[in-house]
């Protein structure tokens, strides 16, 4: 088997003016769970149907497992697709949507019973065979969709925002679900979702597209921690971005002296030069202390002043104020000051500190994500 | 109060029901219920009728059948012809603007029934005009291509008449198709595709070719036939008929029919086969402007029999028998119809 089940090379599609997918390069592993996310508009779904075979792309080539398939038809292609409304047959019993495939590839008779019989016990829907799709709800409709693909046994299975008609538990109890029946039955998906949380729990790898391309594409981990663009950064979840300039190497860490000639240390090889680069770190790695008390050696630190505080119950939200004017986002978690008393009010002075490692770096200064992401 | 404002609600729909149920009442229930009295009488205008309950003459039913029964083949050979002309002609057309139409769609709706807006009299009269022996269909398959004999006429065959009737109620076809079809989901199509549902060659090629051979050797055999003579159908014609249909249909079938079509688009579309087949074999049953204006006395439908009797002879009794006997026999049929449609085979159940 080769190593790439999915290959998209410069691939490219415009709809008169509109640029739908600008240029992606592409490459999804066998038994993968690939996800490409981003916001509305982005592209995704035109991607996904470029793979599926319902959209020829205006430039490039798209593989699959080492066959190019670029012009081939739907059904010419070993792929199978979840739609974004299930798309089921209203005509048709939840048997015979599920049979559909196999009749049409000329399975016959007891097989076909067989088969489908092993395909709604998998996803959990015994003795609704009868039913008619009006019959069964929206989860369960998501059910009939995705047996109706996998019991084709395609190379790679498609799936475009395939819980978002569902309603938020249900979305939850879904997504373990797709996980486990994909861990089972071992096929490569390519799944499509403008929830960033989604993505996170599910993917193997996931690549957050913006404007037509993807912007980053890795595991989830290094997305969060280490976004490389500030679209990425917005994107999934807040982060705080700091300006300053690279400023040499101290220990085992870069430097970048900030706008106010605070110097910051960040992990060595995101920053070479003395350029302007953006710095961004993450809400919760940021710590509050009094402004004399003794920070953790070596930390990055901030002086500043609470402009605003907001309890959540968990944990705590805070505005603060550092030099320069520019507002840091803190979440705390409501452990050591847990009492609306006990937390920093407005106006205090407080010093920020974060671990070096917990820094990351913007090369690509692309616009925020903020306006874009829901 | 509150339980009488409720009451009141849910009275509302039948309040406002209440003019069309009263003009059913006076200009359907009366009527007819006049028309069966009329149709169990005896007498005629002259002598006066003896109408139930002085007079029960069920007799005026078999009567009817027996004398009129060509006039009845016609109709139904006729009506059921021009139905199937209607839907071969109509099916293609209102996919092609259901799926193809784009912005054009308003605009070719509207052309398919422009021919309303002139009486359909004048129509089927120009329908004369340009079938007649001097008109310009013979003139150029007769006269400039030379493909048909001189003393060869269209006009007063039943060729005309089944022509005239597909004409006029082609619209009655298209318009039910297009709606039903209009409603099919492409999503649907595109997921049938994506389930392996390629072109459907071989069996589209069976398929078609026997549908096309069965299609134009009824087409042979009903246009030849007329109410007295049946002299066209020689075997030889009809054989020939069936090679031609076969080969078109099998053409058609193997290169335009997808299975996705076929599993989809065809099954989601069958209210609307339902109601256009309706809507046109009904009133082309009846009719008999067509056949009056394009026919000749040999291919006389039962409704210019019916016409004939009630208008000419004032031969009440007869022609009201006639009337229920057409009513029943469309009912039945429409029935029948329904439950070979309604089933699941035909609405794609089974595969
Ligand atoms: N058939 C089409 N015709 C014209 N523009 C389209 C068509 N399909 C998609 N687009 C445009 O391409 C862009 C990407 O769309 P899409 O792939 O559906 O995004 P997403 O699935 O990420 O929301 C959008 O700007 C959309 O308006
Ligand atoms: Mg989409």
């Not at chain 1, 978690?333 to 002075?349: C, D, H, I, K, Y």
Request: hydrophobic residues 45%; contains cysteine; glycine residues 10%.
């Amino acid at each position: 088997m080769p190593d790439v089940d999915v290959r998209l090379s410069k691939v490219a599609k415009t709809y008169g003016d509109v640029v739908a997918v600008d240029y992606i390069d592409l490459e999804v592993h066998p038994g993968e769970f690939f996800s490409l996310l981003g916001p509305s508009g982005c592209g995704k779904t035109t991607t996904l149907r470029m793979i599926g075979g319902f959209e020829q792309p205006t430039s490039g080539l798209i593989e699959l497992q080492g066959q190019d398939v670029t012009w081939l038809a739907p059904y010419q292609r070993n792929v199978n697709t979840v739609f974004q409304n299930y798309a089921l047959f209203p005509h048709l019993t939840v048997f015979e949507n599920v049979a559909f495939g196999l009749r049409r590839r000329g399975v016959k008779g007891d097989d076909v019973k067989t088969r489908v019989a092993d395909m709604l016990r998998l996803v959990q829907l015994e003795g609704f065979d009868r039913r008619k799709p009006t019959q069964i709800s929206g989860g369960q409709a998501q059910r009939v969709a995705l047996a109706r693909a996998l019991i084709n046994r395609p190379a790679v299975l498609l799936l475009d925002e395939p819980l978002g008609a569902l309603d938020l538990k249900l979305r939850k109890q879904m997504q373990v679900e797709l996980k486990r029946i994909q861990q089972e039955v071992g096929i490569t998906f390519i799944y499509v979702t403008h929830d960033q949380e989604e993505a996170m729990t599910m993917s193997d790898r996931i690549a957050v597209m913006n404007k037509g391309h993807y912007e980053q594409l890795a595991d989830p981990e290094t997305l969060y921690e280490r976004p490389t663009t500030r679209f990425v950064a917005g994107f999934l979840g807040i982060s705080n971005l700091l300006n300053g300039r690279g400023d040499g190497t101290a220990d085992a860490y870069a430097l970048v002296r900030l706008a106010d000639d605070t110097m910051v240390r960040v992990p060595r090889g995101s920053v070479t030069g003395s350029g302007a680069v953006q710095l961004g770190v993450r809400p919760e790695k940021i710590r509050l202390h009094d402004p004399g008390a003794t920070t953790p050696e070596r930390h990055n630190r901030l002086a500043g002043t609470v402009r605003d505080a907001s309890y959540m119950g968990v944990s705590t939200q805070y505005q603060v104020e550092i030099a320069g004017g520019a507002r840091v986002t803190v979440y705390e978690q409501n452990v050591e000051r847990a009492t609306r008393s006990e937390l920093w009010a407005p106006g205090e002075q407080v010093q920020l500190t974060w671990s070096p490692d917990h820094t990351f770096v913007i090369t690509d200064p692309t616009p925020a994500a903020d306006e874009a992401a829901e | 109060m509150g339980q009488l404002i409720h009451r009141y609600r849910a009275a509302i729909p039948w309040l406002l029901m209440l003019p069309g149920l009263a003009w059913l009442a006076v200009f359907f229930v009366v009527p007819n219920v006049q028309m069966l009295l009329f149709s169990l009488s005896e007498g005629t205008l002259l002598t006066g009728f003896t109408t139930p309950p002085d007079t029960w003459s069920f007799d005026n039913f078999p009567g009817a059948v027996t004398r009129y029964s060509g006039n009845f083949v016609n109709s139904i050979v006729y009506g059921g012809l021009a139905t199937i002309l209607c839907f071969l002609i109509g099916y293609p057309l209102a996919y092609g603007i259901a799926f193809r139409g784009g912005r054009y769609k308003s605009l070719l709706l509207f052309l398919v029934i422009a021919p309303f807006f002139t009486s359909f009299l004048i129509r089927t009269i120009s329908w004369r005009i340009i079938l007649g022996n001097d008109g310009p269909f013979l003139g150029i398959i007769r006269d400039v291509l030379g493909l048909v004999p001189d003393n060869f006429s269209v006009i007063g065959t039943p060729l005309a008449v089944v022509g005239g009737l597909t004409y006029e109620f082609l619209p009655f076809m298209v318009l039910p198709l297009y709606v039903s079809l209009e409603k099919v989901d492409r999503r649907l199509v595109e997921a049938a595709q994506d389930l392996y549902a390629g072109p459907w060659r071989r069996g589209g090629a069976i398929t078609g070719a026997l549908l096309g051979g069965f299609l134009a050797v009824a087409l042979q055999v009903g246009l030849g036939y007329s109410q007295f003579v049946g002299e066209t159908a020689t075997p030889g014609l009809v054989a020939l008929a069936a090679l031609v249909g076969a080969t078109a249909g099998g053409l058609v079938g193997a290169s335009m029919v997808s299975q996705a079509f076929l599993r989809v688009t065809l099954p989601l579309s069958l209210p609307g086969v339902f109601a256009g087949s309706i809507l046109t074999f009904i009133p082309s049953i009846g009719d008999y402007v067509n056949a009056h204006l394009l026919g000749s006395p040999k291919t006389q439908m039962i409704g210019n029999v019916i016409q004939g009797r009630f208008l000419e002879q004032n031969d009440y009794p007869t022609a009201a028998a006639l009337a229920f006997i057409l009513m029943a026999a469309i009912l039945v049929a429409i029935f029948v119809y329904a439950r070979v449609l309604g089933t699941e085979e035909l609405s794609g159940g089974r595969a």
